[in-house]
């Protein structure tokens, strides 16, 4: 299972509305989904619980996100490969943004 979530360190809050695709290696969109209110993506929203071990990425999609709030950002998109190797484990991928950074980690 894969879930994300994205919160916004420039205004201290989740960031709603972003729109992200899930990828596998060959750059294929497997799924697509937006961010809730509270800036998540659930695994039930990504309709994607026994992919396949292997090398995927999010696509991350903050310019529009970042236009809405009528502030300029350095970054479009923002992408995170990642490597499933453990089946039936939960990947949690959050996103801190500002208009010019970003950071990750795996979750829990």
């Known amino acids: ?6 919160l916004d360190t420039h205004l201290g809050k989740p960031a709603a509305n972003v729109l992200v695709h899930l990828r596998d290696d060959k750059n294929t969109i497997l799924a697509t989904a937006t961010t809730n209110q509270d800036g998540r993506i659930t695994s039930e929203a990504l309709s994607l619980n026994n992919l396949a071990l292997g090398h995927y990425s ?16 350095f970054f479009p998109k923002v992408v995170i490969h990642f490597c499933l190797d453990h089946a039936n484990e ?19």
């Open 58 to 73: 999010l696509e991350f999609f903050t310019l529009d996100y970042f236009k809405s709030l009528n502030l300029n950002s």
């Open 1 to 6: 299972m894969i879930s994300s979530h994205i």
């Open 90 to 108: 939960h990947y949690h991928i959050p996103l801190l943004i500002s208009p010019f950074a970003y950071s990750t980690y795996r979750g829990s």
